[in-house]
C-alpha cells in the first residue's frame, strides 16, 4: 500500500506542479484551446481538492485509498483519457450553467454581509481600544499626580527646613545638597517599588 507521504507528493507534483507549468506555457503561446484545458484542469482539481479534505479524514482506512487518488489525478491530466475535460463537460458544467445565478446571489449577499460584520467588529474593535486608552490615561494620570504630590509636598517642606537652617538655598553647603537629592532618590526608589 502507498504511504500518505509518498501519495501527497504525487498529488503535489503531477497534480499541482506540473498542470501550473503548463498553464504558464498556454499563457506564454496564447494558445486559446490551452487556456481552455487548463482552466477546466484547475477547476476539476479544486473540486478534487475540497473534495479530499474530507474524503483524508473520513475515508482514507479504505484499503487502496492513497493508490486511487493517485490514478484519480493520472486519469485527470492524462491526454489520452482527458479525464478532467470529460468530468468538467459532463457533470461540471451543467451543474454550474443551471446554478449560476443562484451561485451569483449568493456570492453577492456573502460579500454584503462580510462587509457589514467587519464593519460591525471593526467599530467595536475600536471602541474597546478607545475606551482601554482612556483607562489607561486614567489611571497613569492618577499615578503620576500621586507621586509629584509626594515628591512635592514632603520633599519641599524638608528642603526648606534645612534652608532655613543654614540661611538660604543657594548657600548651602555641598553636603546638604548631596543629602537632598539622596533623599529625592530614596522617596523616588520607595514609590516606585511600592507601585509596582
Known sequence: ??????????????????????????????????????????????????????TDMFICWVPFYYELKIAFVVWLLSPYTKGSSVLYRKFVHPTLSSKEKDIDDYICQAKDKSYDTLVHFGRKGLN???????????????????????????DLSSFQSEATNTGSVTTQPAAAQQRTRTMMRSKSESYNKASS
Open 1 to 54: 500500500m502507498v504511504s500518505w507521504i509518498i501519495s501527497r507528493l504525487v498529488v503535489l507534483v503531477f497534480g499541482t506542479l506540473y498542470p501550473a507549468y503548463s498553464s504558464y506555457k498556454a499563457v506564454k503561446s496564447k494558445d486559446v484551446k490551452e487556456y481552455v484545458k487548463w482552466m477546466m484542469y484547475w477547476i476539476i482539481f479544486a473540486l478534487f481538492t475540497t473534495v479530499e479534505v474530507f
Open 128 to 154: 474597546v481600544a478607545a475606551t482601554a486608552a482612556v483607562m489607561a490615561a486614567t489611571k497613569s494620570q492618577g499615578v503620576l499626580s500621586d507621586k509629584l504630590r509626594s515628591f512635592s509636598m514632603q
